[in-house]
């Protein structure tokens, strides 16, 4: 799998939020975007996910152009996403999640409250021991830690089975041994499935502790890429986002 992204530009009025940016991501990487508020990840973001259309470049999935493609139709090329708030259906149990995201990624819509109670059982469960959710099962969403929605979004995206993982703020409102954990875990599923992963994130050390490769945005243009090490030690960097960190 390969993400390729190619001179994106992306405007709001006069305000520039993207200018030219341009990077790959391939299969099994684990590349972190950060920067500074306003640096443009979360309209990159967005375009790459298809919820905004680019004002010029292109975005390929496999030497696929799907620039400006609707996310329903992303989905299934591949792409998945999870949210810097978790987003669960309170009211359903931790499995019935999972069905219910099985059942719309097998296109198998209607009456999906009622089907998802009795379909892909198994495989939901699946999904859930991948995600160390199997035993609370049987809850109901709006019951679990916030640690455990985050896991549970995850396994709604993997129902997707998707080639590339884009993860908005992934460990945002977590405990510090969470969000190790979790992205831990992200780290075990990349790696097993070959699975790319994207990921925005402010908390540094999430960053260089689990990230294969780092890209930082700064005032809408892409400023350095390349190993953690490199980019930590980059003098505009530095000067720009992480300062004496």
Same mark, same amino acid.
């Given at each position: 799998?390969?993400?390729?992204?190619?001179?994106?530009?992306?405007?709001?009025?006069?305000?520039?939020?993207?200018?030219?940016?341009?990077?790959?991501? $391939? +299969?099994?990487?684990?590349?972190?975007?950060?920067?500074?508020?306003?640096?443009?990840? +979360?309209?990159?973001?967005?375009?790459?996910?298809?919820?905004?259309?680019?004002? /010029?470049? @292109?975005?390929?999935?496999?030497?696929?152009?799907?620039?400006?493609r609707a996310p329903r139709h992303l989905a299934r090329l591949g792409i998945g996403r999870t949210f810097q708030t978790a987003e669960t259906f309170a009211s359903m149990s931790v499995r019935e999640n999972v069905q219910l995201a099985l059942l719309s990624h097998r296109g198998r819509c209607g009456s999906l409250v009622a089907n998802a109670r009795c379909a892909f059982?198994?495989?939901?469960?699946?999904?859930?021991? $991948?995600?160390?959710? #199997?035993?609370?099962?049987?809850?109901? +969403? /709006?019951?679990?830690?916030?640690?455990?929605?985050?896991?549970?979004?995850?396994?709604?995206?993997?129902?997707?089975?998707?080639?590339?993982?884009?993860?908005?703020?992934?460990?945002? !409102?977590?405990?510090?041994?969470?969000? +190790?954990?979790?992205?831990?875990?992200?780290?075990?599923?990349?790696?097993?499935?070959? @699975?790319? &992963?994207?990921?925005?994130?402010?908390?540094?050390?999430?960053?260089?502790?689990?990230?294969? $490769? &780092?890209?930082?945005?700064?005032?809408?243009?892409?400023?350095?890429?390349? @190993?953690?090490?490199?980019?930590?030690?980059?003098?505009? &960097?530095?000067? &720009?986002?992480? !300062?004496? #960190?």
């Amino acid at each position: 799998m390969k993400l390729e992204v190619r001179e994106l530009r992306k405007s709001y009025g006069a305000f520039a939020a993207l200018r030219g940016v341009s990077f790959e991501v $391939r +299969s099994g990487e684990r590349v972190a975007m950060i920067g500074p508020n306003g640096a443009g990840k +979360s309209t990159c973001f967005n375009v790459v996910n298809g919820q905004l259309r680019p004002d /010029a470049g @292109t975005v390929r999935l496999d030497d696929i152009d799907v620039s400006g493609r609707a996310p329903r139709h992303l989905a299934r090329l591949g792409i998945g996403r999870t949210f810097q708030t978790a987003e669960t259906f309170a009211s359903m149990s931790v499995r019935e999640n999972v069905q219910l995201a099985l059942l719309s990624h097998r296109g198998r819509c209607g009456s999906l409250v009622a089907n998802a109670r009795c379909a892909f059982v198994a495989e939901a469960q699946a999904l859930l021991e $991948r995600v160390g959710l #199997a035993a609370q099962a049987d809850r109901a +969403s /709006a019951s679990l830690a916030y640690a455990d929605l985050k896991r549970l979004e995850l396994a709604l995206a993997l129902a997707g089975e998707p080639k590339l993982l884009l993860m908005d703020e992934p460990t945002a !409102g977590m405990a510090p041994q969470e969000r +190790s954990e979790l992205m831990r875990l992200v780290v075990e599923l990349a790696e097993r499935d070959s @699975t790319a &992963v994207l990921f925005t994130e402010h908390d540094m050390d999430v960053v260089f502790g689990f990230a294969t $490769r &780092v890209l930082v945005l700064h005032a809408g243009a892409l400023i350095a890429s390349g @190993t953690p090490e490199a980019v930590r030690a980059d003098p505009r &960097v530095r000067e &720009v986002y992480l !300062g004496s #960190a």
